[in-house]
């Protein structure tokens, strides 16, 4: 039997969440408010509290959703992740990267600690976790060993992408960079060059 109540409750929480997105790339993240986000579905503020029970509880269901998303993005590229180990890693974090600069809102959330108070909770958290587990099986299987070695591409990684959302929003002066970031990555951890056809 369907459960037509859950159904709605399910549909109008993921409006708000569609909603909340909006506003966020509007106007910001940390300006977001629950007046915004009621506004846009037609509904009155203290409504929302029937849904989630604060404004952080949809900050969280923002992060939750937005690494779970990418655990989609994970899951297409990973069969192509069997080439090289240096160029499966400059895959990684292109994905990443694009991933990240495509929508500045989302990375901040996901990657960035800029809203006071928030902390995902354990549920929401879990597919950021997720994410790092299969990216360090990755490496491990490259024979990428060594947790410094991981948290130096996340920092690569990571600061390209603050530059290039800083500095040069919709162009590719850091893109451009990633490249050559990740052949210094892959330098440094010993990772056979690339075979290039002639």
Do not use: C
């Not at 459960?3 to 709605?8: L, Y």
């Not at 509007?26 to 506004?39: I, P």
């Not at 099986?137 to 991981?150: Q, T």
């Amino acid at each position: 039997m369907r459960n037509r109540r859950a159904e709605r409750q399910a549909a109008t929480r993921t409006e708000i969440l569609d909603a909340a997105w909006e506003v966020a790339r509007e106007k910001g993240l940390a300006d977001l408010t629950l007046r915004d986000v009621a506004t846009r579905i037609g509904m009155r503020a203290p409504s929302l509290y029937s849904y989630f029970a604060s404004k952080n509880a949809i900050y969280d269901a923002m992060f939750g959703q937005a690494w779970t998303d990418y655990i989609a993005v994970v899951d297409a590229m990973e069969p192509t992740l069997h080439e090289s180990p240096r160029e499966a890693l400059k895959q990684m974090g292109q994905n990443f990267f694009d991933y990240a600069v495509a929508d500045p809102a989302r990375h901040q959330l996901m990657n960035q600690r800029t809203i006071p108070g928030f902390e995902p909770s354990p549920e929401s958290y879990a597919p950021a976790v997720e994410v790092a587990d299969r990216a360090r099986a990755h490496f491990a299987r490259y024979g990428i060993s060594g947790p410094e070695k991981f948290d130096l591409f996340t920092a690569l990684i990571g600061g390209l992408i603050n530059a290039q959302l800083a500095n040069d929003p919709g162009g590719d002066r850091w893109a451009r960079l990633l490249d050559d970031a990740m052949d210094m990555l892959a330098d440094h951890a010993g990772l056979p060059k690339s075979r290039r056809t002639p």
